[in-house]
T-cell receptor, first 113, second 111 residues
Framework: NAGVTQTPKFRILKIGQSMTLQCTQDMNHNYMYWYRQDPGMGLKLIYYSVGAGITDKGEVPNGYNVSRSTTEDFPLRLELAAPSQTSVYFC????????????FGAGSRLTVL | GENVEQHPSTLSVQEGDSAVIKCTYSDSASNYFPWYKQELGKRPQLIIDIRSNVGEKKDQRIAVTLNKTAKHFSLHITETQPEDSAVYFCAASKNTDKLIFGTGTRLQVFP
């Protein structure tokens, strides 16, 4: 039981490049989330999903896209990377609803130069 | 949508003293209020949570109180120890909605 697995752990992008952050959970959780955490700052919700085929915007969705084709996977796509997207990205999941314990992945540190 | 405010942003205490962190939320329909601890370079982890049908919950040196009328909730840590040093986040959610976090409080416990 690996929990929530994120890849890659670290990545450096050039301005304008695109990439996908991968997130997989093996707990059969319905809810999945992507948060970003800027240095010294709090967790801002980018996108979330309440189940396969359903996604919704969070607080800071601009510049990102997501998909949820299976219960296990919730990839985050960055199009046309900008320096403002330099951050640590956390994927998380919870069982049944948003009102339950979140299990976080280890995080993906992204730098855009 | 839900908005969660958290104070203070930094808190320094002497080992053995108590620490209190306060949060307010905007959506009166929110019914779930967890607290997460994030150590340096690590992922956030749940330390305690409370639901709206309960006014207070304790777990050893940690307690959380909820005032639904005022829409605020607080984390209380007693007999602080150096290993309590971390960033603490409050959050709020409704059953079928997303979890929104506060801005975090950096707690430093000095020996």
């Amino acid at each position: 039981n690996a929990g929530v697995t994120q890849t890659p752990k670290f990545r450096i992008l050039k301005i304008g490049q695109s990439m996908t952050l991968q997130c997989t959970q093996d707990m059969n959780h319905n809810y999945m989330y992507w948060y970003r955490q800027d240095p010294g700052m709090g967790l801002k919700l980018i996108y979330y999903s309440v189940g396969a085929g359903i996604t919704d915007k969070g607080e800071v969705p601009n510049g990102y896209n997501v998909s949820r084709s299976t219960t296990e996977d919730f990839p985050l796509r960055l199009e046309l990377a900008a320096p403002s997207q330099t951050s640590v990205y956390f994927c998380a999941s919870s069982w049944l609803s948003g009102a339950n314990v979140l299990t976080f992945g280890a995080g993906s540190r992204l730098t855009v130069l | 949508g839900e908005n969660v405010e958290q104070h203070p942003s930094t808190l320094s205490v002497q080992e053995g003293d108590s620490a209190v962190i306060k949060c307010t939320y905007s959506d009166s329909a929110s019914n779930y209020f967890p607290w997460y601890k994030q150590e340096l370079g690590k992922r956030p982890q749940l330390i305690i949570d409370i639901r709206s049908n309960v006014g207070e919950k304790k777990d050893q040196r940690i307690a959380v109180t909820l005032n639904k009328t005022a829409k605020h909730f607080s984390l209380h840590i007693t007999e602080t120890q150096p290993e309590d040093s971390a960033v603490y986040f409050c959050a709020a959610s409704k059953n079928t909605d997303k979890l929104i976090f506060g801005t975090g409080t950096r707690l430093q416990v000095f020996p």
